[in-house]
């Protein structure tokens, strides 16, 4: 084990060891050697079985077998979450046949910020993380069962599902993925077309043609953006059976994968002798081998955000320092789009995680000894699964890449750094994912173009006013002012004067997401413009100098000039108050909390 992850392991520890044992002497206080449901009255015992027939009623009444919630984030317009629909059935069969039982627990609300780009609704996406934790919560309320399986992919999703189920965290827990649609169109090709219609230069008709054959099947869609970085780091941190995440739904081996799924859960409760609850599995080696994961992939810049959110749900304070530290050391061993032009199918079928995993346990970059929902440590999660003769079985990962283009061994790492940066400067702490980040780019010192949405960026973007060096502040968009959309409509023109030869940059305190490529982008700048964060003083035509090399981000005016200077006042806040259900997130935008703590509004200290 490399030295620096073994300081960086302890730092956390001892950072957390208060809230930590707080959580921990909860979650044992919380176990029981009985069914969870043998604490009911006839009265609530016969309610929570009333649903079921035969043979499964027999045995939720008589508390003689484990029971299983599901915890589900099915809807069948998000095309990663319609596999999901016939899950509870199968999970629920395999029970069965175990001597045991399954019931759907609840289900948690899945939008997809693919719909929601640019529109209004993006503005809940960030809070409905919030939200499904509180759902996750209500789903096992009841007190019925002795593990839980999480049905979810998406951006908010599972990480709302895991911070729901560490407040359950006595309770087992096991993670099921649905996997990534088949490849579409080029990610080469899906680019340029954007790029195009930024310009004017192709219609709607033919972006739409390219978009559909993009994103064209059930399935999560396959660029490695947030949704696909959380299978990464359900595996990597322990919570999936090994090599799950990226089996395309509707095979056989997704099938059985879902089936063995089940029997795992069941393996696993405090009923029998191999007791794995998530509260303990989820420990501060787990979320480090988490941010290296993040790191050695190339993974998404949301992560910054969720990975602490997750770890103070489970008593652990990690902070954007750590990131740092870590992605110093951590080698970059994949290129997948939009770090590279792969998809994530292309990624698996190179090797995938079991490869990624072992050559990281290879080298020392990866706590090895850790609780998972398996046994064998992370090494068995060096490992793929496949199908012997019809029986799920696995298989050692293969040892060489059979794609260097896409995913390579360490000493042949694309890059000795995993690419993310935290800044700090006069402007405030914030974070820049390089992976794809031409060295020649990542350091750029011009005039700001300051700019209170997205929409007025990408006007000023058409009217010509942008064709120049220029670091574009587009400032009021963190979780207290709008509830901290994504910015994805920025990355086509911002590309498009990056190609055109102009230094550019990017700087927000709202998100980018694991969508962010090539134009260096500092994002999530705290504080914010609406907690007197100093991006709210930056004016047109201050100079700023974004240095990813040396972790910079300054304001070039004086102190004594910036003293003088008002806070900017967020003119725009009124209209993203109401509409689109922004009227009833009120109470989470004015107590969320800095975007380095995680930015929740539900979690202990999330307000600080």
Request: charged residues 20%; hydrophobic residues 40%.
């Amino acid at each position: 084990m490399k030295r620096e992850i073994e300081i960086v392991t302890q730092r956390i520890v001892e950072r957390s060891k208060p809230t930590r044992e707080a959580y921990l002497a909860r979650i044992d206080a919380a176990a029981s050697d009985r069914p969870h449901r043998s604490k009911l009255s006839c009265g609530n015992l016969a309610h929570a079985s009333a649903g079921c027939l035969g043979t499964e009623k027999d045995r939720i009444n008589h508390e003689d077998a484990a029971n299983l919630g599901i915890v589900t984030a099915y809807n069948d317009m998000l095309s990663a979450h319609q596999p999901l629909g016939v899950y509870p059935d199968r999970i629920k069969k395999a029970a069965f046949e175990a001597g045991a039982t399954a019931q759907v627990a609840g289900g948690v609300p899945a939008m997809c910020d693919g719909v929601t780009q640019g529109r209004p609704g993006m503005e809940l996406s960030l809070f409905s993380r919030d939200v499904i934790a509180m759902s996750t919560a209500v789903s096992l309320s009841h007190d019925t069962f002795d593990a839980a399986l999480y049905l979810g992919v998406c951006d908010k999703i599972v990480p709302g599902l895991v911070m729901g189920a560490l407040a359950y965290g006595h309770i087992p827990a096991v993670f099921v993925p649905a996997g990534p649609m088949p490849s579409g169109l080029p990610n080469d090709e899906k680019a340029r077309v954007r790029q195009l219609y930024a310009q004017g230069k192709v219609g709607r008709k033919e972006l739409l043609e390219a978009e559909i054959a993009s994103y064209h099947s059930p399935g999560t869609c396959t660029f490695y953006g947030t949704a696909n970085s959380n299978q990464m780091l359900m595996e990597i941190m322990g919570l999936h059976l090994p090599g799950s995440a990226f089996v395309n739904p509707g095979t056989e081996l997704r099938d059985a994968l879902t089936e063995e799924a089940a029997r795992r859960a069941l393996q696993i409760t405090r009923l029998g002798n191999d007791y794995r609850p998530i509260g303990k599995i989820l420990d501060e080696k787990a979320f480090v081998n988490g941010i290296i994961g993040l790191l050695a992939t190339g993974g998404s810049t949301n992560h910054t955000l969720h990975l602490p959110a997750m770890a103070r749900a489970a008593g652990i304070e990690l902070r954007w320092e750590d990131f740092d530290d870590l992605s110093r050391i951590i080698p970059l061993l994949c290129r997948v789009y939009p770090n590279g032009q792969a998809d994530v199918n292309h990624f698996h079928a190179a090797g995938g995680m079991g490869f990624v995993i072992s050559n990281l346990l290879g080298h020392g970059l990866l706590h090895h000894e850790v609780d998972t929902i398996v046994s064998g440590g992370m090494a068995a999660f060096g490992t793929e699964p496949h199908l012997d003769d019809g029986k799920l079985a696995w298989r050692d990962a293969p040892k060489d890449s059979h794609d260097e283009d896409i995913l390579r061994p360490a000493e042949k790492a694309f890059s000795a750094d995993g690419g993310l940066r935290m800044l700090s400067g006069n402007i405030g702490r914030a974070v820049i994912k390089v992976s794809a980040v031409k060295p020649a780019n990542r350091v750029i010192e011009a005039p700001a173009a300051v700019f209170t949405s997205q929409d007025e960026m990408m006007q000023a973007f058409k009217d010509g006013k942008l064709h120049r060096d220029v670091v574009c502040v587009v400032r009021f968009q963190g979780p207290r002012a709008n509830g901290m959309p994504e910015l994805h409509k920025l990355t086509p023109p911002l590309g498009v004067l990056q190609d055109l030869g102009y230094k550019v940059a990017l700087v927000t305190d709202g998100r980018m997401s694991g969508a962010s490529g090539k134009v260096p982008a500092a994002i999530h700048v705290t504080p914010e413009g609406m907690m007197n964060g100093m991006i709210a003083k930056v004016q047109d035509g201050d100079i700023v100098r974004l240095d990813a090399e040396t972790g910079d981000l300054k304001l070039l005016v004086s102190d004594e000039e910036l003293a003088k200077r008002d806070f900017a006042m967020f003119t725009n806040k009124a209209e993203h108050q109401t509409g689109f259900g922004r009227e009833l997130f009120g109470v989470f935008r004015d107590n969320v909390g800095l975007a380095e703590m995680g930015a929740s509004a539900v979690l202990p200290g999330g307000a600080e």
